[in-house]
């Protein structure tokens, strides 16, 4: 009964949406390159818009998009990590678009978006969806905060041009720079050169002490030495994680250590294990393991490694970020982001920032 009650519904948006269609194929329309090289068209006037696949509704809100939102994935009505659900917990009571990895294309279609933001995904999957719902498909490419933080601003750029929120996306990349330069630039002022380390990452779940990332964007803001860089690149992987074992973190022998807050009660239990192993470690003799925000959540909170880079940056050089408040600098970040400060809320979900070790 219920896949007949979608179908009549999904029956009607189609002759909506095809109307719909056709008087906008009747006025100008506009045609946009989209990250992966498609040329689609879409029309002049935009006001609803779904976002499927990982990333591509917090792309859209990072570009000021949210009130095009019309439908979300099943992820987005759940108890979430997510910044974006914290800054705009209404989006829950949005219509259902299907579940997560992209949504039930009846769905889709009941919600009679102008255009379908799409993340994570091929041309073929792409033009498969168009040609299916007759709907504009446009492809957004994720990248990072780091070293492809270019393939960020360029889906940021892509979307602002389609919604007409270029003035966001303008100033939020141009946050982001001046935020990177001054971590950079604070950092250099310290003769230090610290030797650190990241566990605890989340991969498709909590993880313990030997998941890492050696491209972790906060400790190369801050010019730290991340010691798992020296992994080989063949055992380095953005999707299923990057793992080391125990006895190369002895060898390293990090000064400190950061933990993602996911993992902090696995890790724990590492250090409950095998005490001895890791009383050899200089940061768990100097108690210099301290917690980070989880960033990983259906796919990466940049935001979240910002505010990580500016706390990494008061513990591994305190001289140089002594005037930073951490709270307000959260508070700072958010709004850039999100349009609104969420930082007591991420405070009362993971617990504040701290000098204190874990330990």
Request: glycine share 6%; with cysteine; hydrophobic share 40%.
């Amino acid at each position: 009964m219920r896949h007949i009650i979608i179908g009549l519904i999904a029956f009607v948006s189609f002759l909506s949406c095809t109307e719909r269609s056709k008087i906008s194929e009747r006025s100008s329309n506009r045609i946009v390159v989209d990250a992966l090289g498609r040329e689609v068209s879409i029309p002049d006037s935009i006001s609803k818009i779904v976002c499927i696949r990982p990333s591509a509704i917090r792309l859209v809100i990072y570009a000021g998009g949210l009130p095009y939102i019309c439908g979300v994935e099943e992820s987005e009505l759940k108890n979430r990590d997510y910044t974006h659900l914290y800054a705009y917990p209404q989006l829950n009571q949005l219509p259902s678009i299907g579940p997560s990895m992209g949504g039930d294309p009846e769905l889709i279609l009941a919600s009679c978006p102008d255009v379908i933001f799409m993340a994570s995904t091929t041309k073929a999957d792409a033009d498969e969806l168009q040609n299916k719902l007759h709907i504009p498909v446009i492809t957004l490419e994720y990248g990072d905060i780091g070293k492809n933080r270019e393939v960020f601003f360029n889906s940021l750029k892509l979307i602002g041009e389609v919604l007409d929120t270029q003035s966001q996306t303008d100033s939020l990349t141009g946050y982001i720079e001046k935020q990177i330069n001054e971590l950079s630039q604070r950092a250099a002022e310290s003769a230090k050169n610290v030797n650190a380390y990241i566990g605890g990452i989340s991969y498709k779940g909590t993880k313990d002490i030997t998941s890492t990332d050696p491209y972790y964007a906060g400790l190369q803001m801050v010019l730290a030495n991340n010691v798992a860089k020296s992994i080989d690149p063949r055992y380095i992987s953005p999707i299923t994680g990057t793992y080391i074992d125990i006895e190369a973190l002895i060898e390293w022998n990090p000064e400190v250590i950061f933990i993602d807050q996911h993992g902090v009660g696995l890790v724990k239990e590492n250090f409950k294990t095998q005490p001895k192993l890791f009383a050899l470690l200089t940061a768990v003799k100097d108690k210099a393991i301290y917690k980070v925000w989880p960033y990983n959540n259906y796919h990466s909170n940049f935001e979240v490694m910002l505010m990580n880079a500016w706390y990494m940056g008061k513990i591994l050089y305190p001289d140089q970020f002594q005037d930073i408040k951490i709270v307000e600098k959260v508070d700072e970040i958010s709004e850039h982001f999100l349009g609104v400060p969420v930082g007591e809320r991420l405070s009362q979900e993971w617990g504040n920032y701290s000098e204190n070790s874990i330990l």
